[in-house]
């Protein structure tokens, strides 16, 4: 064998090794970092201002079930997030139904009162007439107390929302998209922060209650807003807001 020839071949195999153990991609190179996720007037993850339902639940960022309603809006929560409890989004959509009814029962017994009785009326008229009258009254008292019964499960359920994060949709429109637990804006800007520190991360944050709450407008989207809120000088809230998607 020619050693010159050999020593050769040696010499080329070794520095290809070389080569490769040096290139970019070998295992001694430092991973990529990656941007660190915010929330922002971009949206959260897949999930964008002006989506449509069918879109946002299409991005797989939420729970293929609904965590409640409230009329024509109904939450969804993130995946991974508590589910909520059955019992309770049956008990509240049995509410919803209850108030329907009572409404519309008080609807017909106002109707039903008619005109008062005339001057010549007598007794039986006018006891018919306060009949209607009394009737009318403890109906529209049902709905009175109904409604008293699902303010509070409302409010159970917005700190439910805003607890876990997720999105309200009203219809099939967004009408809020709330971070989940532990997410920040722009500049690390999380629960807790100061105003100053919010209007740091975006000076363009627009004050609409002195010192309590500042919007940021989302470019392209009329009516949504990157909503902040304080507390005694402290971010409690952040959300966007589509003012223009109502409940019904």
């Known amino acids: 064998m020619n ?7 040696l010499f080329v195999v070794g520095a290809a090794l070389a080569a490769v153990s040096c290139s ?5 190179q430092p991973p990529a970092t990656q941007e660190k996720k915010h929330f922002d007037v971009t949206g959260w993850g897949k999930l964008k201002p002006g989506m449509s339902k069918q879109d946002a639940l ?16 109904e939450d969804f929560r993130y995946q991974g997030a508590p589910a909520p409890d059955p019992k309770q ?18 609807d017909e017994a106002k109707a039903a009162i008619g005109p008062e009785p005339g ?43 805003e607890a876990h994060g997720g999105v309200l949709f009203a219809g099939d429109e967004i009408r809020m998209i709330l971070p989940p637990p532990g997410a920040t804006a ?16 975006y000076p363009n944050a627009v004050e609409k ?24 000088g402290k971010l409690t809230t952040f959300l966007l807001f589509n003012g223009e998607a109502t409940c019904g």
């Open 3 to 9: 050693i010159l020839g050999g020593l050769k071949a």
């Open 24 to 28: 970019p991609g070998s295992e001694d």
């Open 58 to 73: 299409a991005t797989g960022e939420l729970a293929s079930t609904g965590a409640g309603k409230i009329g024509t809006c």
């Open 89 to 106: 989004i049956a008990e509240g959509d049995e509410l919803d139904q209850k108030i329907a009814a009572a409404q519309k029962a008080a």
């Open 119 to 161: 001057p010549n009326a007598g007794a039986a008229d006018y006891a018919a007439s306060a009949e209607r009258l009394a009737a009318s009254a403890e109906a529209s008292n049902k709905v009175v107390q109904l409604t008293v019964e699902s303010t509070k499960r409302i409010a159970d359920q917005a700190e439910a929302r």
């Open 186 to 201: 722009a500049k690390d800007v999380g629960k807790g922060a100061t105003v100053e520190q919010v209007k740091a991360a």
């Open 209 to 232: 209650e002195a010192g309590q709450s500042f919007e940021v407008p989302v470019p392209d989207q009329r009516g949504v807003v990157l909503s902040f809120h304080f507390t005694d």
